[in-house]
């Protein structure tokens, strides 16, 4: 009797330990797939110095980058495979296993929380008020934009900031609320004057008038905005992957240790770098 209580209690302990490494196993499987693919299925965006594709079609922007110098400070040997999208799309690609990651900056918030896995965060990316050059309506702030135009691109928390600022507007001035499929393209109407005010993550602006300072667009001076702490930024993750968050989580911060972080945005012209970079 007491070699069969022995022999079940040892079957027990096998089927427990056999659980433990196949759970294991799958929670590795992005590691496990890279050893042999060498390809990372990455989702990139369409906002240029952030995330986009050159025209080779090669992932480009501070977060390939980013994603690059983290696999390689890792120990992995793999490039990015870029599959590119709207912003709106890229949690249906993770979840639907399209992607593995993405190559893109995105505000961690609860609802998104319930469908992918997120990194810790990495920066922190404010929105910026980008109105036509001169700013020749004066605007300075939300409120500034009743009775007008107000744009930003899908998928993005901005969209709420919008409605609830159109909201609060006097009877009769709401604000009109336009959204893109991409921050260039908010941009693209904000000078062209069908957009009287866009909110768009305040360097991809930035960077736009570095590369061509004769777009007709500019940041409004003086607007603040909504809420800095809100606004960290992580890589979302397919939600399988918690051994490869661990792995790049790792890295990452080893990276902003010894300045290769401020050194990619830098190379983006994203000076200071502090401004992302500084910690809540």
Known sequence: MKNHAKRIATCIGLIAALAGQVAYAQEDDLLAKLKTTKKLDTAVGHSPAWSTLDASGQATGIMPDITLAVLKKAGIDATLNPVSMPFDSIIPALVSGKVDIAANTMFVTPARAKQVLFTDILLYNSEGMFVAKGNPLGIKSLADLCGHTGATYKGTVWTAVLEKASKECPAGKSIEIRLYTSSDLVLQDVAAGRVNGGLVDQYAGLYALVKDPSLKFEVATGYVPADRAANGAAF????????????????YFELLADGTIKSIFEKYGMKPADVFLRRE
């Not at 979302?236 to 890295?251: G, L, Q, R, T």
């Open 236 to 251: 979302p993750i397919n939600p399988k992957y918690k051994s490869f968050a661990a792995v790049f989580n790792k890295a």
